[in-house]
């Protein structure tokens, strides 16, 4: 039997998970060249929610974790072919032209548009299951031979830690699913930024050009060469093209098994705390006292989550 | 029956546990259990037992022994040098298997530890000097009116070695939650205390209360422990709550509970 038991019920463990998934933040950008336009993203998000279930195989399963968008911005770069307008020649010779239009060209740039897609406001899901397990933390900074009362004191500490996580969690996310208003917002927001290309051409040839390029959008979406679908092409460049999801995951996976402990535990634990020196000699505090911690092992039942552990 | 079906988190510690505890303080803070006068801790040779302490001890400067006043000598302004150690301590937890009991104190109560301790006593007698020089010559005049002055602290004897002995005590005593500045703390107290062999009773008696006085006032409260801490120690991330010792009930009819040789303490959980 061990030395040491600590049992903390189903109720005090959500606590326990609640106090870290409320300490999780994830922010992430990246950007891609993918030929005919480019794109990038600057997302952030939180949790919230999500139900704590100990189950009897010694597993630990969360679901209906809910992930808070608060920052889900997509921007596309396109390259629309140039289109030059004017340069005709109005008196014509038999030496050649005497006098020309002024011939103006645009969208020479590459991109020649760049519309960001504001997503944020979404909410996914994700679930993630596994087993908990304690690890032994020694750490890398503590210079060897150090005693566990120096690195204590120092700052910051070096003390040796058990470390409460989960192992290895199987994680499972939905696929971010940007609505069906998007179509509208990338409309809106190609038209938007073609009108400011074209903010300085008179009146007629703004004309000239939107009647040569056609609807803008369709012109997009043949650059892009996005589907009838454009939820569904954009959330697949989100999830698939980025990777987002496996980001995210892998993210997940290292934040609650690897990174956050649900709880760590001081080795050896202090038990006692320093005091004051009974005698007028010596310093003014006296030491911790210090309790090497062995073997500490975790398990759950279904009700419960139990720590075992013996005394050094 | 899980362990929380009546509180939020249980915590349990065999006899064992808590026996290599003890010992893990009597190494660390060596001088909760060992008491001596300024020419004892000047020269710890000097000592009944030879302290076992922790490197870190030596290492931080700490304190092998607490001081305490050498045994002055009545009528005189001289004192004998002392010491008082506890050099063993181990508890038995109810049904108490480990430790025999003197008759005095009878078949170890439910709910109750028992306790052997190992004391020693020592005092600096200096039989090899010529104490004789250290009486002062009659006076020729009359002492001068010493009303206001500070008194003069006794001066100890000089000595080569303590005259020693050593008993086994045996004491029961229970853990008992109390609040101090609105925290429960885990708190031991003693219910009785019996020294074994000691003639006549009434010195026994002495003794007894001596060292009772001690441990209740001295070592005992310096051992409690912030219930806060060690078991809760897993759910210091969880600032929402404060912990409060499950209350007494029909489910829960002794807490802290010292049975089937361990102490259990079942904690509430409250959010703020």
Redesign the interface.
Same mark, same amino acid.
């Given at each position: 039997m061990a030395n040491l038991t600590i049992a903390a019920s189903e109720a005090s463990f959500v606590r326990l998970f609640n106090a870290i998934r409320d300490n999780f933040t994830f922010a992430d950008a990246d950007s891609a060249d993918f030929g005919p336009f480019t794109a990038s993203y600057d997302v952030a998000f939180h949790l919230e929610n999500g139900n704590v279930d100990l189950r009897g195989d010694n597993t630990v399963k969360i679901d209906e974790l809910d992930i808070k968008w608060d920052k889900l911005d997509l921007s596309l770069g396109i390259d629309i072919p140039s289109i030059c307008i004017g340069g005709w020649c109005i008196i014509p010779t038999p030496f050649g032209c005497a006098l020309r239009l002024p011939k103006i060209c645009i969208f020479d740039d590459d991109p020649d548009i760049a519309i960001t897609l504001p997503l944020g406001g979404l909410v996914s899901e994700v679930s993630l299951t596994g087993r908990l397990v304690m690890r032994h933390f020694d750490n890398p900074a503590r210079p060897p031979g150090m005693n566990a009362w120096d690195a204590q004191d120092a700052v910051p500490s070096l003390a040796s830690e058990w470390r409460l996580f989960f192992d290895d969690p199987i994680v499972d996310i939905d696929p971010i699913d940007v609505g069906d208003t998007v179509g509208d917002l990338l409309e809106a927001a190609v038209n938007a930024a073609v009108d400011n290309l074209l903010f300085f051409l008179p009146g007629w040839a703004r004309d000239i050009v939107k009647g040569i390029l056609g609807p803008v959008i369709d012109l997009v979406r043949a650059i892009l060469d996005i589907p009838d679908d454009i939820q569904e092409w954009i959330s697949d460049l989100l999830n698939v093209s980025f990777g987002l999801l496996d980001i995210i995951a892998q993210y997940i996976i290292d934040y609650f098994g690897d990174i956050t402990p649900l709880t760590a535990i001081e080795d050896p634990y202090p038990l006692l705390p320093g005091t004051t020196n009974p005698n007028n000699f010596g310093p003014s505090m006296l030491m911790p006292v210090k309790i090497p911690i062995r073997k500490l092992n975790v398990f759950n039942n279904d009700v419960e989550m139990i720590l075992e552990a013996d005394i050094g | 029956m899980?362990? $929380?079906?009546n509180?939020?988190?249980?915590?349990?510690?065999?006899e064992?546990?808590f026996n290599?505890?003890i010992g893990?303080?009597r190494r660390?803070?060596p001088?909760l259990f060992n008491y001596a006068s300024l020419g004892v801790?000047a020269n710890p040779g000097l000592l009944c037992r030879q302290i076992d302490a922790h490197p870190?001890?030596a290492?931080?400067?700490?304190?092998l022994m $607490?001081?305490i006043d050498p045994l002055q000598i009545p009528g005189t302004n001289f004192a004998m040098e002392l010491a008082v150690q506890v050099t063993e301590a181990k508890i038995d937890f109810h049904p108490g298997k480990g430790i025999a009991l003197p008759p005095e104190l009878g078949k170890l109560a439910p709910q109750r530890f028992a306790m052997a301790l190992g004391v020693c006593l020592g005092l600096g007698c200096p039989r090899d000097f010529p104490v004789d020089r250290l009486i002062d010559p009659p006076k020729d005049k009359p002492d001068r009116d010493d009303k206001g002055r500070d008194p003069v602290p006794p001066r100890p004897l000089p000595v080569r070695s303590l005259m020693c002995f050593c008993l086994e005590v045996f004491a029961v005593g229970g853990v008992r939650i109390r609040f101090y500045n609105g925290k429960p703390y885990l708190e031991p107290f003693l219910d009785r205390i019996e020294i074994v062999d000691i003639r006549p009773d009434e010195l026994e008696a002495i003794l007894e209360c001596y060292l009772e006085m001690m441990l209740k006032l001295g070592l005992i409260p310096?051992?409690r422990?912030l219930l806060e801490?060690?078991?809760l120690?897993?759910?210091?991330?969880?600032?929402?709550?404060v912990v409060k010792p499950t209350p007494i009930s029909a489910a829960v009819p002794n807490n802290p509970a010292i049975e089937d040789d361990q102490l259990k303490a079942f904690i509430n959980?409250e959010v703020i």
């Open positions: - | 899980a362990f $929380t079906d509180c939020d988190i249980f915590a349990s510690f065999q064992d546990a290599a505890v893990h303080v660390q803070r001088s801790i870190v001890v290492q931080r400067n700490n304190p $607490t001081r310096k051992l422990i801490r060690a078991p120690e897993i759910i210091k991330n969880v600032v929402s709550v959980l």
